[in-house]
């Protein structure tokens, strides 16, 4: 699990605006639940594409994640 994937509320995201606050939020949900069906898409692998997909909707999140909370740097 990569440090983005680490769901906390730090300090940093107490300084965003409202709206990047709630983007934030949405985005964070959603990685939630592309994580769980990340899971589940290993556990019972019927569909080989859509462990990549999912991988790579997860990466595409913690981005936007990431450059939200890092525009907090000034």
Known sequence: ?????????SKMDKNLNKRD???LDALRQRLRELQQRLAGA???PDDP????????EIAS????I?????????
């Open 66 to 74: 990431a450059r939200i909370t890092g525009q907090q740097g000034g």
């Open 1 to 9: 699990m990569t440090n983005e994937a680490k769901i906390t509320m």
């Open 42 to 44: 290993k556990k019972q």
């Open 21 to 23: 606050a709630r983007k």
């Open 49 to 56: 594409r859509e462990i990549e997909t999912l991988s790579k």
């Open 61 to 64: 999140v913690e981005a936007e």
